[in-house]
């Protein structure tokens, strides 16, 4: 039994919480004080590099998760097998955490291939991506401004290709679809947190990512947003290295070969 039973239906909760749960945890980083000691770039290269005003990141995120939520609601409508008076039989917590893994493996595939080929696309890069790409310091708040046809191509549709793959019920993807945004926030929030979990558990991470944002490393690491299977194994993986800035801070170098 989860918290929501009785209140909303899974399938609601699948389409509506991710979204809550992004502005929640982009909210939180927006809100801490300035953090200068553990920035990876400082306010003056934010205000400098950064080509997007916040509010038309707002408006951007917005309007991603407004066709995020209407194919999120159709999905589940189309996979939905019981009546609203029968009950659906959730899967054991061991066959819910590999349909995650699952999931999680699943999105990593799609997301690579996606994202590299809008990068060797100069037509895709120009038209498309480039929008993600003018926030060349990320936010937490930015981590899904994108273009509309990139946000449905990468996020939404790869979300539900993971979904329909793995086999996960409706509650068990409420809980796979919030860790994916929770996780993609993270990875834009541009601080390297002292005892940050995601920096414990996965070398894709806030610097990982803020390395593919920098001018020199576009062409590198496009894993996202869980591992760093498909760089390594495809050649476009590059390791960096975080230095102490003098003036506080971190930043991330990419190393040469």
């Avoid at 591992?227 to 930043?251: A, N």
Wanted: glycine share 6%.
């Amino acid at each position: 039994m989860v918290f929501w039973e009785g209140y909303v239906s899974d399938e609601v909760m699948g389409t509506f919480a991710p979204i809550v749960v992004y502005w929640l945890y982009a909210g939180f980083y927006q809100l801490l004080p300035p953090m200068d000691k553990y920035r990876l770039h400082t306010r003056k290269e934010e205000n400098a590099k950064n080509l997007v005003p916040l509010a038309s990141v707002v408006k951007g995120v917005l309007l991603q998760q407004f066709f995020q939520a209407t194919v999120a609601h159709l999905l589940f409508l189309l996979t939905c097998k019981v009546t609203t008076s029968e009950t659906v039989v959730q899967p054991s917590i061991p066959v819910q955490i590999v349909q995650i893994i699952i999931a999680m493996l699943v999105m990593d595939t799609w997301q690579y291939f996606v994202h590299r080929y809008m990068h060797q696309n100069k037509f895709l890069y120009r038209h498309i991506h480039s929008q993600h790409h003018r926030l060349v310091v990320p936010y937490a708040i930015g981590a899904l401004y994108n273009h509309p046809l990139e946000g449905l191509l990468l996020d939404t549709f790869g979300g539900a290709l993971s979904f329909l793959v793995a086999g996960m019920t409706a509650r068990t993807a409420v809980i796979f679809f919030c860790f994916a945004v929770v996780k993609t926030v993270d990875d834009h929030c541009g601080l390297w947190l002292p005892g940050n979990i995601f920096h414990l558990f996965f070398q894709n991470n806030t610097a990982y990512h803020d390395i593919h944002h920098q001018l020199q490393g576009t062409k590198f690491n496009y894993s996202q947003p869980f591992f760093s299977i498909w760089d390594k194994l495809l050649g476009t993986y590059r390791p960096y290295r975080l230095v102490k800035r003098p003036e506080g801070g971190f930043e991330a170098q990419l190393m040469k070969d």
